[in-house]
C-alpha cells in the first residue's frame, strides 16, 4: 500500500511543499516533485516503481522517434504495443487463462500477477504522450525528466485524473507558484478529502455491507440502499480524490482539467458520459473513437464505434466480466438513445430524463460493484421482486443506518447538485464576497479537522480506484 493517509498529510506532503517553495529554478522544482513522486510510489510498490520508470523511459524514446519525420508512425505503433502489452500482462493475463480454461475444458495454470497500483493510469498517459507528439512535433520533449514528471506526478499518478500531454506541456517548464494558487489549490485538496472520508467512506460501510450477503438473503429496501449507496460511494470517493489531485496540482503551479461536473443531473446516458469520468472519456474519445471515425461515417458507424469505445472503457476499469457488462450496458443505452428508440429528444421526455438515467446509472453499478455478474443480477432482481429476504440479514443492514450515515446522506444529495457551486457564485458576485471567503476558509478548516478526526478513529478507508 501507499502512505497513510495521516502521514502523507502532516509528513510527506509538507515536507515536499517546503522543499519546493524554497526552490525558485524550475528546473530544481521538477526535480523535487520527480522525487517525491517516485519516493511516494516506490514506499509500497519497490518492484513496480521500476515497472513504471521502465515504461516512462521507453515512452520517452518512442516519443524522440515520433517527433522524426520517418519513422514517426512505427514508433507509435511499437508504443501501443508496449503499453497495451504491459497492461495485459499484469492486468488481463489470469483473466484470458481463466476464461480459456472455461471454454475449453482445460487446466492450463492460471498465474497470479500483483497488480501495480496505478498502472491503467500511467500507461494511458505514456500513450498520450508518444500520440501527442506524434500529432504534433513541437510536444516532443529532450529531457526526460520532464516526461518523468508529467506521467510520474505523484497527485494523480495512482487514481488519476488522466492527464492528457498536450494539456500540460507548457506546464512543465513554465508555471505560476503563488500564495492565491496555494490557498485556492488547499481550500480544493480539502473539500476533495472531505467528500472521500466524510460522505463516500460512510456510504461504502454501508454498500460493502449489502454486497457481503448472497442475493436471497437481501430483501428489497436493503438491496435499493446497497445500490444507491455504492452509487454514492464511487462518485465521492472518485470525485474526491480527482478534488486532492487537481487541488495539490494547482498548489505546485498545474493547472488540470475538471474530471466530474455534478454527473447525476444528467438528462440521457450520453450526457452522464459528459459529465463522469471526463479524463477517461475524454481519453477514449481523442485516442479510440475518433480514429475508428467518430460520427463521421453514419449513424451505424457511430453506434459500432461507441459499442468498442465502451467495451474497452469497461474492460480497462477491470479484469472482470462485471466491468465487460457495465460498459455494455452504458453503450447499449446510449445506441438506444442515438436511434431515438428511447426518444431523448421528445419534450415529454424530459420531465422523465433524470429518473431514467439515474436508474440506468444505478443499475450498472449493481453490476459493477459485484464480484461475479450472479451475484450483480440477483441484487437487481432483489430491487424488484419484492424479496422479504432474511430478517437478521436486512437488520444487520439497517443497523449501519445511524445518525452519522444519515447526515452523509443528506450532504451527499446536496452535494451532488449544483446548489453550492450556485450559491458561492451570486455570493462572489455580490457585496458580501469578502465574508464569503473566510466562511470558505472556516468551512476548510471545520472539514479538515473532522476528516482526520474520522482517518484516525476508523480503520475503514478504501480508495475504489487504486485497483484499476
Not at 508496449?82 to 495485459?88: A, E, R, W
Not at 478534488?243 to 474530471?259: K, Q
Not at 443499475?363 to 419484492?386: E, P
Request: proline share 3%.
Amino acid at each position: 500500500m501507499t502512505f497513510s493517509s495521516v502521514t502523507f498529510l502532516f509528513i510527506f506532503l509538507p515536507v515536499t511543499f517546503i522543499l519546493y517553495a524554497l526552490c525558485a529554478n524550475i528546473h530544481l522544482r521538477n526535480a523535487i516533485l520527480v522525487a517525491a513522486s517516485i519516493a511516494f510510489y516506490a514506499y509500497g510498490e519497490p518492484v513496480a516503481v521500476m515497472i513504471m520508470l521502465i515504461s516512462i523511459v521507453l515512452n520517452y524514446l518512442f516519443g524522440r522517434l515520433a517527433a522524426r519525420e520517418k519513422h514517426d508512425k512505427a514508433a507509435v505503433v511499437f508504443a501501443v504495443l508496449l503499453n497495451i502489452g504491459l497492461l495485459i500482462a499484469y492486468k488481463y493475463t489470469g483473466f484470458f487463462a481463466e476464461t480459456f480454461n472455461n471454454i475449453t475444458g482445460l487446466s492450463v495454470p492460471v498465474p497470479h500477477i500483483r497488480l501495480p497500483i496505478g498502472i491503467s493510469f500511467f500507461t494511458f498517459q505514456g500513450l498520450s504522450y508518444v500520440i501527442d507528439v506524434y500529432r504534433n512535433k513541437d510536444y516532443v520533449q529532450k529531457n526526460l525528466f520532464s516526461v518523468l514528471l508529467y506521467i510520474s506526478f505523484f497527485p494523480q499518478l495512482i487514481a488519476g485524473p488522466i492527464v492528457r500531454y498536450e494539456d500540460i506541456a507548457s506546464q512543465l517548464h513554465e508555471r505560476e507558484f503563488s500564495a492565491d494558487r496555494v490557498s485556492r489549490g488547499l481550500i480544493r485538496f480539502i473539500f476533495g478529502l472531505g467528500k472521500k472520508v466524510l460522505i463516500a467512506n460512510q456510504m461504502g460501510f454501508v454498500a460493502d455491507t449489502v454486497f457481503k450477503f448472497a442475493p436471497e438473503d437481501i430483501g428489497i429496501g436493503a438491496a435499493w440502499l446497497g445500490a444507491v449507496c455504492y452509487t454514492l460511494q464511487i462518485f465521492f470517493d472518485f470525485s474526491g480524490y480527482s478534488d486532492m489531485a487537481i487541488g495539490l496540482g494547482c498548489c505546485f503551479g498545474f493547472d488540470f482539467r475538471e474530471n466530474f461536473n455534478y454527473p447525476f443531473v444528467s438528462g440521457t446516458i450520453q450526457e452522464f458520459w459528459r459529465r463522469w469520468h471526463i479524463s477517461l472519456s475524454t481519453w477514449f474519445k481523442e485516442y479510440v473513437y475518433i480514429p475508428l471515425g467518430g460520427n463521421r461515417k453514419g449513424k451505424t458507424r457511430t453506434v459500432v464505434n461507441k459499442l468498442v469505445v465502451f467495451f474497452l472503457t469497461g474492460f480497462w476499469h477491470g479484469a472482470n466480466f462485471t466491468f465487460i457488462v457495465w460498459g455494455m450496458w452504458h453503450g447499449l443505452c446510449q445506441m438506444l438513445e442515438t436511434y431515438q428508440i428511447i426518444p431523448t429528444k421528445k419534450k415529454w421526455f424530459k420531465g422523465i430524463g433524470h429518473v431514467y438515467t439515474m436508474l440506468v446509472v444505478i443499475l450498472g453499478f449493481v453490476v459493477f460493484r459485484a464480484d461475479t455478474l450472479s451475484q450483480g443480477f440477483g441484487i437487481i432482481a432483489d430491487m424488484f421482486n419484492g424479496n422479504a429476504g432474511s430478517a437478521s440479514v436486512n437488520a444487520q443492514i439497517f443497523a449501519c443506518t445511524n445518525l452519522l450515515f444519515i447526515m452523509s446522506l443528506f450532504f451527499a444529495v446536496i452535494l451532488s447538485t449544483p446548489v453550492f457551486r450556485l450559491i458561492k457564485e451570486k455570493v462572489s458576485a455580490s457585496k458580501f464576497a469578502a465574508a464569503g471567503s473566510y466562511i470558505a476558509y472556516a468551512g476548510s478548516l471545520l472539514i479538515f479537522a473532522l476528516s482526520i478526526l474520522s482517518l484516525v478513529s476508523s480503520k475503514y478507508n478504501p480508495f475504489i480506484y487504486f485497483r484499476f
